[in-house]
């Protein structure tokens, strides 16, 4: 085997140095953004900003049971919870009248039933943000349970003069079998690419399970007014219009996480995926190209290099350029995975990345298409 390729070989030289750019785009995505996460130091700033958590909730008995003490038991002076039940059929205004005389910080607000209304999770926030005590407000779901009652502290303590928006993560609880896994898998790469793209100054999108914003900030951005005809948007679409100027920062503290149950069957995770790509035609190109381009490349990387391989223009340079890739991808994803507690996925980090690389066009092709009006 060669050092180098043999450049008087157009193809063999084309091959090589088209594998050379894949594998530099590949190693630019793990430093310049991922590498971001993998090495994020989370400060320890606090404020006793007043704080109103709002959560949109249709037909969440159970949920709302289960997870609205985790909320309102929160170690913080002052905050309110803001439950807007929104068209329910369940026996979701019983629970919340019964929390409401055990927490009297806890707000509630009944929109009734109306055949003219859509189910969509827009015009709730809007009337619980509308309602909202406080000028600091943090959104997240009915089915979310912090994992620790520090939670609203830390979140309110990445406010400040300038971060008008806080960006969390919300990772789903662990299950067994390939569903569960996958499920986690994707929810793992978005959210190392929106907190990592986030970092560099190119802010896409939040998860409404857990993020945070001002209340004069959605208002000055005229809420969710250019998007409210589709039910997805409330999160990502916001996001985009909302920051400016780097008025945002992230969390990703233990402490802060909030989990939520994954779906248990593959046709109701499909279903859910297929409204949450309803929002992406919207997108910037810029920022579509952005998302395809390590997907994309890591393909590319190593079909290229079996190329090489089986055309035996195989060189020593090329080889060096692989394993360098493999133990940073191995390192900086390994250590990404550790912070967005996915811990048992790392040994096993070099397939996972290739499969999702794979599954993630396919997921997104094959969805079924929602008319953007479902939701619960």
Not at 184 to 191: E, Q, S, V, W, Y
Not at 229 to 242: K, M, V
Request: hydrophobic residues 45%; contains cysteine; glycine residues 4%.
């Amino acid at each position: 085997m060669e050092f180098f390729p043999d450049f008087t070989s157009l193809t063999e030289s084309f091959a090589s140095i088209f594998f050379w750019s894949m594998a530099f785009t590949q190693l630019f995505w793990l430093i310049f953004f991922y590498a971001r996460i993998a090495f994020h130091k989370e400060g320890t700033r606090y404020e006793n900003f007043p704080i109103s958590v709002i959560i949109a909730a249709r037909n969440e008995e159970d949920n709302l049971f289960e997870n609205l003490p985790y909320l309102l038991e929160q170690d913080y002076p002052n905050f309110e919870v803001i439950v807007v039940n929104h068209q329910s059929v369940d026996g979701t205004k019983f629970i919340l009248n019964a929390y409401q005389k055990k927490y009297p910080h806890l707000s509630i607000i009944n929109i009734e039933k109306e055949k003219h209304l859509n189910y969509g999770k827009k015009l709730p926030l809007t009337i619980g943000i509308k309602g909202a005590k406080h000028e600091h407000l943090i959104m997240t779901d009915a089915d979310c349970k912090p994992a620790s009652d520090q939670w609203i502290r830390i979140v309110a303590g990445k406010f400040s003069d300038k971060n008008k928006i806080v960006l969390g993560y919300a990772p789903y609880l662990k299950r067994q079998g390939l569903l569960n896994k996958t499920i986690r898998l994707d929810t793992t790469f978005i959210g190392l690419n929106y907190l990592s793209y986030a970092k560099a100054g190119l802010p896409y999108m939040g998860v409404g399970r857990n993020m945070a914003y001002t209340k004069s900030l959605f208002f000055e951005n005229k809420g969710f007014k250019s998007h409210y005809s589709i039910s997805s948007g409330d999160d990502d679409l916001f996001i985009q219009e909302a920051i400016k100027k780097r008025n945002y920062t992230i969390t990703i503290s233990p402490e802060t996480f909030c989990y939520s149950a994954p779906k248990e069957t593959w046709k109701e995770w499909l279903k859910q995926k297929s409204r949450h790509f309803t929002t992406a035609p919207r997108y910037p190109l810029f920022k579509r190209l952005l998302l395809g381009i390590y997907p994309l490349t890591l393909l590319f990387f190593y079909i290229s290099f079996v190329t090489l391989v089986v055309n035996t223009w195989l060189n020593w340079v090329s080889l060096i350029v692989l394993v360098l890739v493999l133990i940073l991808k191995w390192v900086i994803l390994g250590l990404s995975f550790k912070k967005l507690d996915q811990k048992e996925m790392i040994s096993g980090i070099l397939l996972w990345d290739l499969f999702y690389a794979i599954f993630a066009p396919i997921l997104y092709y094959t969805s079924e298409e929602l008319n953007g009006k479902t939701w619960k």
